[in-house]
């Protein structure tokens, strides 16, 4: 069984920064994509952040120069870094992975969800 479980969400003033984490666990052959979504109250799951297992990102408009997504392919686990973090920013962030485990392709797992809350 595969488990992402999140890590590093907070309280914190507008301006501040948080640094989150993501572990994946259990009988995992090979991770290739890793990503952290955000869901606000109210809105939709959108993509903050995502990295592929050689390094390459790619970052939501709102997040650019703020955030930074990186990761340790030894250790199956994925970091973002906020900075400069804003009231918008608040919201429940999510991990996300694909991982190749035995006797199935690739298939796609979701973290449980850390909370982020910025104040103004």
């Known amino acids: 069984q595969v488990q992402l479980v999140e890590s590093g969400g907070g309280l914190v003033q507008a301006g501040g920064s948080l640094r989150l984490s993501c572990a994946a666990s259990?009988?995992?052959?090979?991770?290739?994509?890793m990503g952290w979504y955000r869901q606000a109250p109210g809105k939709q799951r959108e993509v903050v952040a995502d990295?592929?297992?050689?390094?390459?990102?790619n970052y939501a408009e709102s997040v650019k120069g703020r955030f930074t997504i990186s990761r340790d392919n030894a250790k199956n686990v994925v970091y973002l870094q906020m900075n400069s973090l804003k009231p918008e920013d608040t919201g429940v962030y999510y991990c996300?992975?694909?991982?190749?485990?035995?006797?199935?392709?690739?298939?796609?797992?979701w973290g449980q969800g850390t909370q982020v809350t910025v104040s103004s």
């Open positions: 996300n992975a694909d991982i190749k485990v035995p006797l199935f392709s690739f298939q796609n797992y």
């Open positions: 259990g009988r995992i052959l090979s991770l290739n994509d």
């Open positions: 990295i592929t297992r050689g390094g390459t990102t």
